[in-house]
């Protein structure tokens, strides 16, 4: 197959395409970004890379930053992690509270804010130094310590941070947040401000498309299971009540975030990264997904 190829021609029939919706002013910062980017790359288990466009330029991962404190705190917890939060699609919004008070404060999924707020409150009570420890194991997936955190994005994220906080004190109400919010909040902002490339990233998620096996150093980074079971919920939670619909059109388990950008995994395969900042209503990359769709349609490759 020639991947190169297909990027290059799906990346030029998207770009002649409306680029519909708009990027996010809830984070004022993010709200300065030039809505014109587009980024893709494609990486495979064999090193084979393939980029087009703004590809090497660095943005906000956002929510796709919540994969990374998954596995992390996966790995050292293990199954117990599900007493603090399901597997379940949430079919609400990211930001939703919705279901919270019927589930006792405990989130649907760790992709969800809710989830990904208890996750974090389980990494402040197993590191002393969360921010760092996340942040090194980031740049050790990635192969790369060009990788920080963004204090302006993260800043200007905490100050407006009224719904997650609200979500946190609610958690907290049931028990399900043990640390002070402030420190939750700010763990959380820190993660979501993280900038990478789209080359980064599909790097950095190839143990995701190995069986929990980092390609080349052959480190084990999760067992097979569990990453066989985080693939599970990126498919039918990744995309929040967009997940159906990004299964339906693409057809492989991935992650988004507000900062524009999206991450496939084509298991035993590749990792494929599409940045675009500009947002559909449910909060992910408008042009991320059409690409993507194209993509696989194309290549005829997906998981099922
Ligand atoms: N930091 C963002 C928030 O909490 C992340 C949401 C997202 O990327 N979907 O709203």
């Not at 992709?111 to 208890?118: E, P, R, Y």
């Not at 067992?223 to 990126?234: D, P, Q, V, W, Y």
Request: proline share 4%.
């Amino acid at each position: 197959m020639d991947y190169q190829r297909i990027i290059s021609k799906v990346y030029t029939s998207t770009l002649a395409k409306d680029n519909i919706g708009k990027v996010p002013d809830y984070i004022p910062e993010l709200a300065n970004i030039d809505e014109k980017k587009f980024g893709v790359n494609f990486t495979d288990l064999k090193f084979n890379s393939y980029g087009h466009g703004d590809f090497e330029e660095k943005f906000s991962i956002q929510s796709i930053s919540k994969v990374f404190a998954l596995s992390f705190v996966y790995e050292r917890l293990g199954e117990k992690i599900w007493d603090r939060v399901d597997v379940e699609p949430s079919g609400n919004a990211f930001n939703s509270l919705i279901q919270l008070e019927a589930d006792k404060g405990i989130p649907l999924n760790p992709f969800i804010n809710a989830g990904a707020l208890v996750i974090c409150d389980i990494l402040l009570e197993i590191s002393s130094n969360p921010k760092e420890e996340l942040l090194s194991y980031i740049r050790d997936l990635a192969e790369d310590d060009n990788i920080h955190f963004n204090e302006k994005v993260a800043v200007s994220e905490i100050k407006n941070s009224f719904r997650n906080t609200a979500m946190c004190n609610f958690m907290k109400s049931f028990g399900n947040i043990t640390n002070q919010p402030e420190a939750v909040i700010d763990l959380y902002c820190h993660l979501c401000s993280i900038e990478m490339t789209c080359k980064q990233l599909s790097k950095s998620f190839l143990y995701l498309a190995n069986e929990g096996i980092k390609p080349l150093s052959n480190e084990k980074i999760l067992s097979s299971t569990k990453a066989k079971r985080i693939n599970a919920i990126l498919l039918t939670c990744g995309f929040y009540d967009e997940s159906g619909e990004f299964s339906f059109l693409v057809g492989l388990p991935g992650k988004s975030g507000v900062g524009g950008g999206i991450v496939a995994i084509y298991p035993n395969h590749y990792c494929i990264t599409v940045w675009s900042p500009k947002l559909n209503r449910k909060g992910n990359s408008y042009r991320g997904m059409k690409f993507l769709e194209e993509f696989t349609t194309k290549t005829g490759e997906s998981i099922f």
